[in-house]
């Protein structure tokens, strides 16, 4: 069964430093999404993207997220500069089509920012 | 915030049918009533969604009342694993590609 994959598993940075996050979606999905979940706390969507364009935000993604399909099966996420409150486990999900299609998720990366 | 209100928590015997409400009193006519699962800290896993039909599939069956402001999610024979954090969400608008979680109910499959 196709799934969603996400690398690496676990990230530890430093504060002030760039990170990224890779993601795989299911490939022959058109919508890409970010969310994360700070431990203990809810879900929390950042970006969902279409067509090679952020479609939507959060006020979570400000300007030091960033997303990227830089070829045709990889979806990125950039934090420029972490900080600590950047810590969380970070999924990526992709759906097929339009908004009342499922959306299926990755296994997460836990991003630890010290 | 989310559009939805569950029970924080439940418990139910294996092998018992498990019963999960939820109250999206101001959903709109267009909009559908989703159900995710998160196991431990892995990324939620999609069960099943409906706008006003009752729906089942492999996992689960979705009760929506006539007046769509509740839902049900039944598990019919919940096991172990199925212990998880349910999430009832409605999916806002149809511009809007996000899904908005609650806090969702802790259900836990006792033996």
């Known amino acids: 069964e196709p799934e969603v994959t996400q690398t690496p598993s676990h990230q530890v940075t430093q504060m002030g430093q760039e990170v990224i996050l890779r993601c795989v979606p299911i490939?022959?999905?058109?919508?890409f999404y970010w969310y994360r979940q700070i431990l203990g706390q809810k879900v929390e969507f950042l970006v969902s993207?279409?067509?090679?364009?952020?479609?939507?935000k959060s006020e979570i993604f400000d300007d030091q997220f960033s997303v990227e399909r830089p070829d045709g099966s990889n979806f990125t996420l950039k934090i420029r500069s972490t900080k600590l409150e950047d810590s969380a486990m970070y999924f990526c999900?992709?759906?097929?089509?339009?908004?009342?299609?499922?959306?299926?998720f990755g296994p997460g990366t836990r991003l630890t920012v010290l | 915030d989310a559009k939805t209100t569950q029970p924080p928590s439940m418990d139910c015997a294996e092998g018992r049918a498990a019963n999960l409400p939820c109250n999206h009193s101001?959903?709109?006519?267009?909009?559908?009533v989703y159900w995710y699962r998160q196991i431990h800290s892995q990324g939620p896993q999609y069960i099943i969604h409906?706008?006003?039909?009752?729906e089942t599939n492999e996992m689960a069956s979705l009760i929506i009342t006539e007046d769509r402001k509740s839902s049900t999610l039944i598990l019919p024979h919940a096991t172990l694993r199925d212990t998880a954090v349910y999430y009832c969400?409605?999916?806002?608008?149809?511009?809007?590609?996000?899904?908005?979680w609650g806090a969702g109910t802790k259900l836990i499959i006792k033996p």
């Open positions: 999900a992709s759906s097929g089509g339009a908004w009342r299609n499922e959306q299926f």
């Open positions: 101001t959903i709109s006519g267009n909009e559908y």
């Open positions: 490939s022959n999905h058109l919508y």
């Open positions: 993207f279409y067509n090679n364009e952020i479609s939507e």
């Open positions: 969400i409605v999916r806002v608008g149809d511009s809007n590609y996000q899904l908005i």
């Open positions: 409906g706008l006003k039909n009752n």
